[in-house]
């Protein structure tokens, strides 16, 4: 069996551990007590949801819920939860790259940071050879350093 193959596997028991144990809270009707709120916690946990990402969606279901007039559908708050949260999470990473994207263009313009006459000029030639140095043969001229 394969990397892929036992992922696959593993995913799929932790999705039917998890959704076995919410299943029985999340019934369309059912009004969510304590324990549930505790039980279902304790799955999103298990799920590998992380601690913040859980209380962000329990609170927020606790939230649609309180709703007046909110249909007390506990499976539809929590699927709704965590969608907003995914959709969160891809805003908050586009924009992340775009920033950086952003930063990476604002570079130092050629030249910058380097003693003037160093490296190459910003159109690629190759130079103009440097001032003699003050020990070398009068009329010697420099070669420009290789980098």
Request: charge should be negative; avoid cysteine; hydrophobic fraction near 40%.
């Amino acid at each position: 069996m394969g990397f892929l193959d036992r992922f696959t596997q593993g995913l799929k028991k932790t999705r039917e551990a998890v959704m076995g144990q919410a299943a029985a809270v999340l019934r369309p009707g059912h009004k969510l007590t304590e324990e549930d709120f505790e039980k279902l916690e304790e799955a999103l946990l298990r799920a590998d949801v992380g601690p913040a990402a859980t209380d962000r969606v329990l609170e927020g279901v606790r939230r649609r819920l309180a709703k007046p007039g909110a249909e007390n559908d506990p499976a539809a708050a929590v699927r709704e939860e965590i969608e907003d949260l995914f959709a969160s999470a891809v805003t908050a990473g586009a924009a992340a790259g775009a920033a950086k994207g952003a930063a990476a263009g604002a570079g130092t313009p050629a030249g910058a940071g380097t003693p003037a006459g160093a490296g190459t000029p910003a159109d690629g030639s190759p130079g103009e050879k440097s001032a003699p140095r003050p020990d070398a043969a009068p009329g010697a001229a420099e070669e420009p350093k290789k980098r």
